[in-house]
């Protein structure tokens, strides 16, 4: 991997502007010593040298700081597999993600919780597939919002460290080498140094095996953040979250001007660390105070209650790749990988696509291609292809003209709505509402039927929207 590393001591401009007013009043000083008592050469000197000293130790104090260690060019970037089922389409995707990513994280188990008692639901691994990886492959434990209390050595940190152990044996027996195991917990931000006792106890169980935890950017501002971040190999920082109150406004689960806060602040620790970036899209369940109850992903399906009212979170490809090619160019010198949560597979219904994620990857925005599709003769079917990257759509119409013939019977599917005029139909949006078409994918919009057979030509094409 090439790359660059940066390391200079900067000054302002206000900073580099006094030390000219400095110099020059400094310099002046000089030049106006008595003429009846002109100093010797080395007095000149000796002036001169102390005049520069003062101007030099001025301009620090005024404005002189160190920038933070950068990094540019190509940055490793992993996937995290997070199905607990392996079924076909899940093997498919690993198999994809070992030839287009560094490497894999892969979910163990979880642990849940019935009050204090725990549980485990252990993903079912297909480990031949895993085996035959070329790339690095870790494993991660999930543990479930715990409350506390918190200890190194009782039954519930025994309970932790025994799964976490007997995942390392499971690897082992089939003949896997693990590069890295991730303790993903999180905790309570006041509860930090509870937690570090965890920390402390699932590394020494998976020793020597690297170590490392994920953390949210709530964690930062806290004094016990460096010490517990201190006792692992690293960390991953999450930059996207779902709100766990309902904010006017927010549709996003990555706020690309927070997340450059963040991982400015996490670089200067100096401590080896990973962005988590998002893929997906979710709903989220809020109750009448606007409190989060619940979030419904692709194989997490709710049935809210009475008087819930749900919001859709998404991720923008276009500002996530903006961040990712800012973090190509520049980026604090311990950040040592983006890993992406989730790696695309085909059975999802609210995760990327992999020419999105490819694009979003290098750092460029997902080209928008759209192509319809016609099929039959007399009436014809309008379909629409999305023949690009981008996974979503804005404003999306789709022309239909035709000669030789009359249209006596038309309709729009639901979600379209559509309007003909003389030799010509436009099929739009309902609402001018957006559309969610993965790379690949194809949808119906309508269809058209004439008193004789005719010669159409359809076009599908996108316009802007405002931006809601």
Not at 260 to 267: F, L, N, Y
Not at 299 to 315: C, K, N, Q
Not at 334 to 344: A, D, H, M, T, V
Not at 415 to 441: H, K
Request: glycine share 8%; charged share 20%; hydrophobic share 40%.
């Amino acid at each position: 991997m090439t790359g660059h590393v940066l390391n200079s001591s900067v000054v302002s401009c206000a900073a580099a502007g006094r030390e000219r007013d400095l110099k020059i009043l400094l310099y002046h000083d000089v030049h106006t010593l008595p003429l009846d008592d002109p100093p010797s050469g080395v007095e000149r000197l000796a002036h001169i040298f102390l005049s520069s000293l003062i101007a030099a130790g001025l301009v620090c104090l005024f404005g002189c700081h160190p920038s933070m260690t950068t990094a540019s060019g190509p940055l490793p970037q992993r996937g995290y597999l997070w199905q607990r089922a392996w079924n076909p389409a899940v093997l498919a995707a690993a198999q994809e993600a070992d030839k287009r990513m560094d490497g894999m994280v892969i979910i163990g188990a979880e642990i849940l919780w019935n009050g204090s008692t725990p549980a485990t639901n252990r993903a079912n691994i297909d480990w031949p597939t895993l085996k035959k990886a070329q790339k690095p492959i870790a494993l991660a434990l999930r543990v479930a919002p715990y409350p506390g209390p918190f200890s190194e050595d009782d039954s519930t940190a025994n309970y932790i460290t025994g799964v976490a152990k007997s995942l390392m044996t499971d690897a082992k027996a089939h003949g896997l080498t693990i590069s890295e195991f991730q303790l993903d917990f999180d905790c309570a931000q006041k509860k930090l140094s509870g937690y570090s006792l965890w920390v402390k106890a699932v590394r020494a169980a998976v020793l020597p095996t690297r170590f490392v935890i994920t953390t949210l950017p709530a964690w930062l501002n806290e004094p016990e953040f460096s010490p517990l971040v201190r006792l692992a190999d690293g960390f991953v920082l999450q930059v996207h979250s779902v709100p766990v109150s309902s904010q006017p406004g927010q549709s996003f689960l990555l706020d690309i001007g927070l997340a450059r806060k963040w991982i400015q602040k996490a670089g200067s620790l100096e401590i080896p660390f990973s962005v988590s970036l998002p893929t997906y899209r979710c709903l989220a369940g809020y109750d009448g105070s606007g409190k989060l109850v619940g979030v419904e992903m692709d194989g997490v399906d709710l049935a809210w209650p009475p008087g819930t009212r749900t919001l859709e979170f998404s991720t923008d490809a276009d500002d996530t790749a903006a961040l990712v090619n800012e973090l190509l160019s520049s980026r604090p010198r311990e950040l040592k990988e983006l890993i992406w949560y989730r790696i695309p597979v085909t059975t999802d219904q609210r995760n990327w696509r992999w020419p999105t994620l490819t694009a979003v990857m290098a750092g460029r925005k997902p080209t928008h291609k759209l192509q319809a599709v016609q099929r039959g003769d007399n009436p014809i079917d309008i379909s629409v292809k999305n023949t690009g990257e981008a996974d979503k759509q804005v404003g999306v119409r789709v022309t239909v003209t035709w000669t030789g013939a009359s249209i006596v019977a038309f309709d729009a599917l639901p979600g379209w709505t559509v309007v003909t005029n003389d030799e010509r139909a436009v099929f739009t949006r309902t609402d001018g509402s957006q559309m969610e078409l993965p790379p690949g994918n194809e949808r119906s919009v309508g269809w058209l039927r004439f008193d004789r057979l005719a010669h159409s030509v359809s076009v599908a094409e996108e316009f802007s929207l405002p931006r809601r």
